[in-house]
Structure formats: C-alpha cells, structure tokens
C-alpha cells in the first residue's frame, strides 16, 4: 500500500501556479517523494486511472478505474493507493483564473462539483475517460504554447471540463471508516493548520469557532466536538484558540504589522476585542509582548 500524488516535486513549478493561476501536469507511477506546495487555497480537478481509496471529509470512497475528482481546497483529502498502476492528469486552478475577467460572479463553491457535503468523484466508462483525458491534454498542450490569448482558451477548456462532468452521476459508493472519530479529529487539525500563517494585513482569518469549522466539514458541530475531544484530549474551542494566540505572538514578533492590524487579521472586530482575548489567556496585553520581545 502507498500514498501520494504521483509526481516528483520537481515537475510542479508553483511559482507559475501563483502568477498565473493554472498548473495542469501528468500523474504517473508514484514517487518515493510526494507532492508539496506551500499554499492550499487552489481547486485541483484529477483524471486518474487506479485502485485507491480516497479520504474526503469524513467519508472514504473506494475506487478502481477511471475517475474524475474534484478538490475543494477548504476540505482536506489524502488518497490511499492500492497499486503501482496509478496514472492520468490532474490541474490546480484559483478561483480568479476560472472567473477570468470576472463576468462569472458565482463562486466555485456554489458549484455541485466542489460544495461543502457532496461526493465530487465520477466513475468513467471508455468513451467518457477517452473524451475527458482529451481534454486535459489540449490544456496541457496549449499551456505549452507561446499564443498570446493561451489562458482564455484553457480557461475555455476548463469550463467545457466542468459543464461535460455536470452531465455526469457521482460515485456514490462511500463508507464511513472504522475509527471515524480519529478522522473528523484529523481533518479539522489538519484543515485549522491550513488557514494559516496569515501572510498580509488585508488577510482574514476565514473560521473561528467549531460551528463554523463544522459547517465547513459537513459534519455536525456536536459530532466534531465530541470527536476532537475523544482523539486529543482537547475541546475543540481550546485548539483554535491556540492556534490563534500562537499566530498574534508570531505576528507581534516578527512582523511590523500594527495591533489593530492584527486583530483584524485575525477575525477581531475591534482591537478591544483582540487585546482582552490576548490578555486573558497570555496575562499580557499585545503591545507588552512586541515590546518584551524588542527589549530582549
């Protein structure tokens, strides 16, 4: 048994990813290493041919075919292959890129093929894997190119992928893992790491109660709470305020961002707010901690 993407860090080059919003590349055989990118705010659409089991939210859905799948980027996944016989094509994509020019207001999420609560994978037969892999390789064919007006056409390519899989029926045979406990419990460690660090002061910090982290996992609030504390020990309310005050210290440290700032940033309405959040679980207020740390 083996996990991964199937391709070597190497053949990804993010840094075009984050210019111009699209990286389509060739999944083969897995690698020894897997594949890393440093920010997970990108859709990805996969056509894979394989025996897998793939983890979404908290449900599992086994695989052995040709498939279609779709990543939200707000939910955590990992794959589980189950062979060497692992190959197709897969495209990372912002939400912009899609949007283009911005005639299409609606955003991605809204889409059935990446909202929260749904089965985003389609079993292919021949005709559709033979029509749909086309399509990639016209993608990745053209972004290969130097014709000028190349991300309109992909853009193009992209949508008519999206339009042909509406015509489709999801892969409806999931289950629930054996420990469902310890998966809920990952997922919402692994999706509170996501949201950070905070890299601007413009950025918002997107969930900050377990309501909200439940509603984006498409479980209910009392099962995450309940799972979180089961599995860590923790209430689930106690991990994202960690998170938070450990996100403000790294902030008041070593950036010049100012308090208010700052507290924006991370989800405060007012500096009040933040500087009696601060000083209630650290004893200090956050002017004293930058200047501690100045002093030092």
């Not at 507290?263 to 200047?291: I, Q």
């Amino acid at each position: 048994m083996s996990t991964g993407s199937g391709v070597s860090p190497v053949e990804l080059n993010t840094s075009d990813l984050k210019l111009r919003g699209f990286k389509l590349y060739e999944v083969r055989q897995p690698q020894q290493t897997p594949l890393l990118y440093s920010r997970r705010d990108y859709y990805k659409v996969s056509i894979m041919t394989t025996q897998c089991v793939i983890h979404y939210a908290n449900k599992s859905i086994e695989l052995d075919g040709t498939y279609l799948f779709f990543s939200n980027p707000h939910i955590p996944y990992s794959m589980e292959l189950r062979t060497d016989q692992h190959q197709g094509y897969a495209c990372l994509f912002s939400e912009e890129f899609v949007k283009g020019s911005g005639e299409r207001s609606e955003s991605l999420q809204q889409s059935p093929l990446f909202q929260l609560g749904g089965t985003p994978v389609f079993q292919l037969d021949e005709t559709q894997a033979a029509y749909l892999t086309s399509i990639f390789q016209k993608m990745q064919a053209e972004e290969n190119t130097d014709y000028p007006f190349k991300g309109e056409l992909i853009r193009t390519y992209l949508q008519l992928l999206i339009h042909e899989t509406l015509h489709l029926q999801p892969y409806e045979h999931s289950f629930q893992p054996k420990n469902g406990a310890a998966r809920i419990a990952s997922l919402f460690l692994e999706l509170l790491e996501r949201l950070f660090p905070l890299e601007s002061p413009q950025q918002r910090l997107a969930l900050k109660t377990p309501q909200e982290f439940a509603d984006r996992l498409a479980v209910h609030v009392n099962s995450l709470n309940r799972a979180v504390k089961e599995i860590t020990g923790k209430p689930t309310s106690a991990h994202i305020t960690g998170r938070i005050l450990d996100e403000a210290k790294a902030l008041l440290q070593h950036t010049d961002w100012s308090v208010a700032d700052i507290a924006y940033s991370l989800g405060f309405e007012y500096p009040t707010y933040f500087n009696n959040f601060f000083k209630k679980h650290t004893g200090s207020t956050p002017l004293a901690c930058r200047k501690a740390v100045s002093a030092a």
